[in-house]
């Protein structure tokens, strides 16, 4: 097998991506300069698929955006200096967009490649180059406006993960009256019996890599996290078109919109694309891009982590399903035994955030031991509190969160003697200001959200104290 030399390469190309109503298969393709083809499949259950004119240029138009955004995936493989767009044109709007969902959710990526993106990307703006497509179908140049569809009656379609999150959307949708479909993309085991366990209906989206994009990984290719929420974000504002929903939901806390602090770098936000920044400019983009009536937005966007763990621990339907812990979901390789590894950040962050809100036996029931009594677990809990290292690049709060957490655990007769909580006590809090390890804010919900009013009204009283 020849090496992949990433340097060698100069310009990505989006090629076509095109969508089959019979089969409910999308194809998404690109290459590197003269490269083979390298195709992304999806397939969206429902088919055979009878679109009217209006909703069939609307799955287009969102086709070609998922197109652009899930081709981070490969540009990634050589961050060439050339960018092509060839079977249609984009505007300037898109293109914006599309920059900063490269830079900022190739943040990581970028920072742990020791390669700096900011200003080096480029979507070029205009007419394609190498065919042409009929007017109706065009994505608008220049910010036209798209038409409103004919509606359905409301409808939400809402991401499940598998985790905390989702399920604590789901259960406050339900008890808002609000009719949802829980979808997911991939074939995670995991996800089903959550989705299973909701008894909703449920739409699990199929998802395939390119094979090549594994074979350039073995030979060199540059690699590393990309914004996985925006494609999966793309992928179910097309499933929702498809399948007459209006609203496409999210489970993204307001501390996703928080990175860690690199000493020298600055904010490197592993989960840029569940922040509130993508969240904004996407919706805001679909409206006047794709529908000016389907709905994007996060049910969790006003509430920290540690408001989200209180409004979990209210709920036990899912204890004995769920997980947060990532290693559940590769795609390539082993899957774990145990549904919590124990010893990464996601499972250290879930079981301190949820500690103060839970009954300890419930809580050591769900992960099958007490983290907080394992002292060899300290380096990773110090982490999570930003002392003596950053926060990790993970899906994990903000430091002053776990600081909090902690701090109520101290305080707790049933916490308090356990090492890692002990060690707190002693060597870590008396160098924090009050101010440094408070909760009374981090229960306050903002005002930076995107979720309608009549769904606002109904879900704020359920997250009450
Ligand atoms: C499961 C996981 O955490 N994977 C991350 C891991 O990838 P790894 O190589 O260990 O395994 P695979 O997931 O099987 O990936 C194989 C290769 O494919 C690439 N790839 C995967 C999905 C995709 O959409 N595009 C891809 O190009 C991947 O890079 C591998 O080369 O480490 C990778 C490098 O750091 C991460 O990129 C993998 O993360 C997945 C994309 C993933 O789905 N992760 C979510 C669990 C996740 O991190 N969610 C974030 C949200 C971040 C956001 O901004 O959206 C979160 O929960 O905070
Ligand atoms: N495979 C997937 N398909 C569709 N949406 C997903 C998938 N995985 C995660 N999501 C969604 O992406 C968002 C971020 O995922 P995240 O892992 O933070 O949430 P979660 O799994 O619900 O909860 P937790 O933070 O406890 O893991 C959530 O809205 C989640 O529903």
Same mark, same amino acid.
Request: charged share 20%; hydrophobic share 40%.
């Given at each position: ?76 493989? &050589? ?59 065009? &994505? ?172 979990? &621990? ?110 707190? &006590? ?40």
């Amino acid at each position: 097998m020849t090496d992949f030399d990433p340097g060698a390469v100069r310009a990505f190309r989006f090629l076509d991506c095109r969508f089959d109503p019979a089969t409910g298969e999308a194809g998404l393709d690109y290459a590197f300069d003269d490269g083979p083809v390298m195709t992304e499949v999806l397939r969206f259950p429902g088919a055979p698929f009878d679109l009217d004119d209006e909703r069939a240029g609307a799955v287009q138009r969102a086709l070609r955006l998922l197109h652009l955004l899930a081709g981070v995936s490969y540009y990634k493989a &050589a961050v060439p200096p050339d960018i092509r767009i060839e079977a249609y044109g984009i505007d300037d709007d898109t293109a914006a967009l599309l920059t900063s969902v490269y830079e900022n959710g190739l943040g990581e990526f970028a920072y742990r490649n020791g390669i700096s993106l900011r200003g080096k990307i480029h979507f070029p703006v205009g007419a394609s180059g190498l065919k042409s497509l009929p007017q109706e179908t065009s &994505a608008p140049v220049g910010g036209t406006s798209v038409p409103m569809l004919s509606k359905p009656p409301p409808k939400a379609l809402v991401a499940i993960g598998g985790g905390k999150d989702s399920l604590v959307s789901i259960e406050a949708l339900r008890a808002a009256g609000v009719d949802q479909t829980v979808a997911w993309v991939g074939g995670s085991p995991l996800i089903a019996a959550c989705a299973a366990r909701t008894g909703l209906p449920t739409l699990n989206i199929g998802r395939s890599l390119s094979p090549l994009l594994f074979e350039l990984n073995r030979r060199g290719a540059l690699n590393g996290h990309i914004p996985v929420t925006a494609v999966n974000s793309a992928i179910l504002a097309v499933a929702a078109l498809l399948t007459g929903h209006d609203q496409v939901v999210f489970s993204n806390e307001r501390s996703a919109s928080y990175g860690s602090l690199i000493p020298g770098t600055g904010e490197v936000n592993h989960q840029w694309s569940k922040g509130w920044d993508f969240e904004r400019d996407f919706a805001a983009h679909l409206r006047s891009h794709v529908a000016a009536d389907l709905h994007y937005y996060s049910l969790l966007r006003p509430f920290s982590e540690l408001a989200v763990a209180r409004q979990f &621990a209210r709920i036990d339907r899912y204890d004995a399903h769920f997980s947060s812990c990532n290693r559940n979901f590769h795609l390539l390789g082993e899957r774990p035994a145990q549904r919590w590894c124990g010893v990464c950040p996601k499972c250290h962050f879930v079981f301190l955030a949820l500690a103060p809100f839970m009954p300890k036996p419930r809580l050591m029931g769900i992960f099958g031991r007490n983290l907080l009594d394992e002292p060899e677990q300290a380096a990773g809990f110090d982490a999570l509190m930003e002392y003596r290292d950053h926060k990790p690049f993970e899906c994990v709060g903000e430091g002053r969160e776990s600081r909090a957490a902690m701090e109520l655990l101290a305080g707790s007769p049933a916490w308090r003697e356990d090492a890692l909580v002990r060690r707190y &006590a002693r060597e870590i809090r008396p160098q924090l200001e009050p101010s440094e390890r408070g909760l009374a804010s981090l229960l306050e919900p903002s005002d930076d959200h995107g979720i309608p009013d009549t769904v606002w009204e109904r879900l704020r009283a359920n997250f009450g104290a």
